[in-house]
């Protein structure tokens, strides 16, 4: 049996958490510790992570552990330091998006892990999700050019009302979950994103950036999207949630169960703030643009059913079993890395259209 692959876990929140779960159930993986700023002061370290060794400075657990592979669950502001660090001292990486807070740094990463021979795997989570995969494979059915429709906006209150602040103090919310939806875009249209318009909006005294935004995308085969991301209290719960991609033969959508928010506790968080909705399908609705000689429809819409799809910590599981894939297989991750530093060029570049009220042409 091949040995264990030692790894320090970086973060403890809800993403680190659930790597964390899931190397601590894996027979591949051995945790040999967990390295968070306030770490020891933590009242609400998971039960089955209780006893492994505590860490609050990285340089230290990472010279104290000397683990095999990091995995980087941190604020996104500490990604790309944390990631040339442990590469360095040739430790394969998981990292949770975004790879960095600027392009520079991400390609310092990834030109880092190349020269080691070190693997850096990006928590790209829909990239092994079946339904979603099933949803990309559908709407490269559809024809070109594609208009694509994607939205996360997240009702902050209770515990998601500190995430979000925190998070808001790293990236503004169409760059720190847009490398997501943007990823989908690229992945559905297989074509160069061209050019990068965005607006964003301050509605959030209390947040130390925009917390709402809105960037389009153009490719060069002529296909568009939109990505449009909120977060904060005063966020609408209508219409949070669209997957949507039209084509000349029609359209994919994915439809997921939205139920009602009403009174909650303090410490419970919106619908739209639960992470489980975030990656939740159900079903997808495919409707068929052919219409027979009366101009009706020939063909009824036709819905997938997706209701046996994994929850969101089997999703984790996923990832890090491809993590241990990649180290033990020595698989060529070429694409994925290429496709983390494209999807964060393009929500950087919304950033940047927004900053300086102009479209910005990309290279």
């Not at 790209?124 to 490269?140: A, D, Q, T």
């Not at 991301?229 to 033969?249: I, L, N, Q, R």
């Amino acid at each position: 049996m091949a040995d264990k692959i030692r790894i320090l876990v970086v973060g403890l929140g809800n993403m680190g958490a659930s790597h964390a779960s899931a190397y601590h159930r894996s027979d591949g993986f051995e945790i040999v510790g967990i390295m968070s700023r306030t770490i020891k002061s933590n009242k609400k370290i998971p039960k089955e992570l209780a006893g492994y060794p505590l860490f609050e400075d990285f340089d230290l657990a990472l010279k104290e552990t000397k683990p095999d592979a990091v995995s980087i669950n941190s604020w996104p502001n500490t990604h790309a330091e944390y990631a040339l660090k442990a590469i360095a001292a040739n430790c394969h990486v998981f990292m949770e998006k975004p790879l960095a807070t600027n392009i520079a740094d991400a390609e310092k990463v990834v030109a880092a892990a190349r020269a080691k021979n070190r693997k850096l795997v990006l928590g790209y989570i829909l990239r092994v999700h079946p339904s979603w995969i099933k949803f990309i494979e559908v709407g490269k059915t559809l024809g070109k050019p594609l208009v694509m429709r994607l939205n996360l906006n997240q009702q902050s209150s209770g515990t998601a009302w500190h995430w979000h602040k925190n998070l808001i103090d790293s990236l503004i919310p169409i760059v720190d979950c847009g490398v997501h939806y943007v990823d989908v875009m690229c992945q559905l249209t297989g074509a160069k994103p061209v050019r990068v318009h965005g607006i964003g909006a301050k509605l959030w005294a209390e947040a130390d950036k925009q917390n709402y935004g809105h960037l389009h995308v153009t490719f060069d085969d002529g296909s568009v999207g939109w990505y449009e991301a909120g977060w904060g209290p005063m966020m609408s719960e209508t219409a949070y949630f669209v997957k949507d991609v039209v084509g000349p033969k029609g359209a994919v959508s994915i439809v997921a169960g939205q139920t009602g928010s009403g009174a909650k506790d303090a410490e419970e968080v919106s619908d739209s703030a639960d992470i489980d909705r975030h990656t939740k399908t159900d079903a997808l609705k495919i409707h068929y643009a052919q219409v027979d000689g009366d101009k009706n429809f020939s063909k009824p819409d036709e819905i997938v059913s997706m209701e046996d799809e994994p929850g969101h910590q089997e999703l984790c599981d996923r990832e890090q079993a491809f993590f241990l894939r990649a180290i033990r297989e020595n698989l060529d991750l070429t694409e994925q890395m290429d496709a983390a530093v494209n999807s964060l060029r393009i929500v950087l570049a919304a950033e940047q259209s927004i900053a300086e009220k102009r479209t910005v042409e990309l290279a």
